[in-house]
């Protein structure tokens, strides 16, 4: 999944519905940006890094398991994802670091 | 033997800017929000028949979400209308020929924007259909009050209103009918009870709806959505 996404969500500082940019640290979503006022909505960075953290260990954790069901239901997709999925993933890895440094 | 059918609607009939994505498919607690409100009748005893309603240009996403985060499940995927009632329509269409062969009893009528909704909420809602005909959830309205002609607190008393939510569920014979006669008549209705009230004069039965059961609206929402399923421990 990309780490932001750009949606249609109403704004309750400007009121009426704009585009925000939505950003995540991984699985967890970081902030949310009004495009037409401005208006941000952001988790405070430390609880936003604990949370992170923990939910890292999650996804070490149960790795194998959703690896092996794709593994299962489809290798072909799988074994053809999989040198693109691992070339991304340092970019991946920085982009979420750089929402958990508050730089994005 | 005949089964439920539960109809996502992800077509977003609301206001989409430029060519940014539909809200469903955002994020939420590692799954789509999308995916979120299909587990939910996934989890329900009898729904076994699954339709989800999108635009045409999500297609390809759609397929890659199934196929990711809702493996082994059969989803019927359709293309929806410009307004939620021609979406609605569109996916009674797709359904019509098992609804005439009686191969499908209630049918529930969810948005795909609210990933949160109970199981409980669900049951009751399929159970009063089963039993009346038709069945909406709903919160009692308590925030409002009623202002005269003269701009004064009005001393009407207001409990007869109720916020509604979803899913909808109706027999699907009186909803497939509803909807052809509406299509015959030009009508679009703003939700599934009021087509079904019009045309087939079913009485719908409101049961307790839940206040965790929220609609992603604002950006706020998301949040507040996040919270709620990790307070749950990311399970429905």
């Given at each position: 999944m990309d780490n932001v996404h750009i949606v249609t969500l109403g704004c309750h500082h400007c009121h009426g519905e704009h585009l925000h940019e939505v950003t995540y640290a991984g699985r967890l979503l970081a902030s949310t940006l009004c495009s037409n006022c401005g208006h941000r909505i952001a988790k405070d960075l430390p609880g936003l890094r604990r949370a992170y953290i923990a939910d890292v260990e999650h996804r070490i954790l149960t790795k194998p398991g959703r690896m092996l069901r794709r593994v299962i239901h489809h290798p072909v997709s799988f074994a053809r994802g999989l040198p693109g999925a691992l070339l991304l993933k340092p970019a991946k890895m920085e982009a979420e670091l750089r929402v958990l440094s508050g730089r994005r | 033997m005949s089964v439920h059918a539960g109809i996502v609607l992800a077509a977003g009939a609301g206001t989409r800017v430029g060519n940014s994505r539909n809200k469903v498919y955002l994020p939420l607690g590692g799954r789509r929000i999308v995916t979120w409100s299909l587990e939910l009748f996934r989890q329900v005893a009898g729904i076994g028949r699954l339709v989800l309603v999108v635009r045409d240009s999500d297609r390809e996403l759609v397929a890659e979400i199934l196929d990711r985060e809702f493996p082994d499940v059969p989803v019927?995927?359709?293309?929806?209308?410009?307004?939620?009632?021609?979406?609605?329509?569109?996916?009674?269409?797709?359904?019509?020929?098992?609804?005439?062969?009686?191969?499908?009893?209630?049918v529930l009528v969810h948005d795909a924007a609210r990933p949160l909704t109970p199981v409980r909420v669900v049951e009751e809602v399929l159970a009063t259909a089963i039993r009346t005909g038709g069945a909406i959830p709903g919160l009692p309205v308590e925030d409002v009050a009623g202002v005269d002609e003269a701009g004064r607190i009005s001393e009407s008393d207001r409990t007869d209103l109720i916020r509604v939510q979803t899913p909808q569920a109706f027999r699907s014979a009186q909803l497939l009918a509803a909807y052809e006669a509406a299509a015959a008549d030009g009508f679009a209705g703003t939700d599934t009870a009021s087509c079904v009230e019009r045309y087939q004069g079913v009485t719908v039965h409101v049961v307790a709806g839940?206040?965790?059961?929220?609609?992603?609206?604002?950006?706020?929402?998301?949040?507040?959505a996040e919270l709620m399923l990790a307070a749950s421990g990311y399970k429905r």
């Amino acid at each position: 999944m990309d780490n932001v996404h750009i949606v249609t969500l109403g704004c309750h500082h400007c009121h009426g519905e704009h585009l925000h940019e939505v950003t995540y640290a991984g699985r967890l979503l970081a902030s949310t940006l009004c495009s037409n006022c401005g208006h941000r909505i952001a988790k405070d960075l430390p609880g936003l890094r604990r949370a992170y953290i923990a939910d890292v260990e999650h996804r070490i954790l149960t790795k194998p398991g959703r690896m092996l069901r794709r593994v299962i239901h489809h290798p072909v997709s799988f074994a053809r994802g999989l040198p693109g999925a691992l070339l991304l993933k340092p970019a991946k890895m920085e982009a979420e670091l750089r929402v958990l440094s508050g730089r994005r | 033997m005949s089964v439920h059918a539960g109809i996502v609607l992800a077509a977003g009939a609301g206001t989409r800017v430029g060519n940014s994505r539909n809200k469903v498919y955002l994020p939420l607690g590692g799954r789509r929000i999308v995916t979120w409100s299909l587990e939910l009748f996934r989890q329900v005893a009898g729904i076994g028949r699954l339709v989800l309603v999108v635009r045409d240009s999500d297609r390809e996403l759609v397929a890659e979400i199934l196929d990711r985060e809702f493996p082994d499940v059969p989803v019927d995927v359709v293309t929806g209308g410009d307004t939620r009632h021609e979406s609605e329509h569109r996916a009674l269409l797709h359904l019509a020929d098992d609804i005439r062969r009686g191969e499908i009893d209630i049918v529930l009528v969810h948005d795909a924007a609210r990933p949160l909704t109970p199981v409980r909420v669900v049951e009751e809602v399929l159970a009063t259909a089963i039993r009346t005909g038709g069945a909406i959830p709903g919160l009692p309205v308590e925030d409002v009050a009623g202002v005269d002609e003269a701009g004064r607190i009005s001393e009407s008393d207001r409990t007869d209103l109720i916020r509604v939510q979803t899913p909808q569920a109706f027999r699907s014979a009186q909803l497939l009918a509803a909807y052809e006669a509406a299509a015959a008549d030009g009508f679009a209705g703003t939700d599934t009870a009021s087509c079904v009230e019009r045309y087939q004069g079913v009485t719908v039965h409101v049961v307790a709806g839940d206040p965790r059961n929220l609609k992603v609206t604002y950006a706020d929402d998301l949040f507040m959505a996040e919270l709620m399923l990790a307070a749950s421990g990311y399970k429905r």
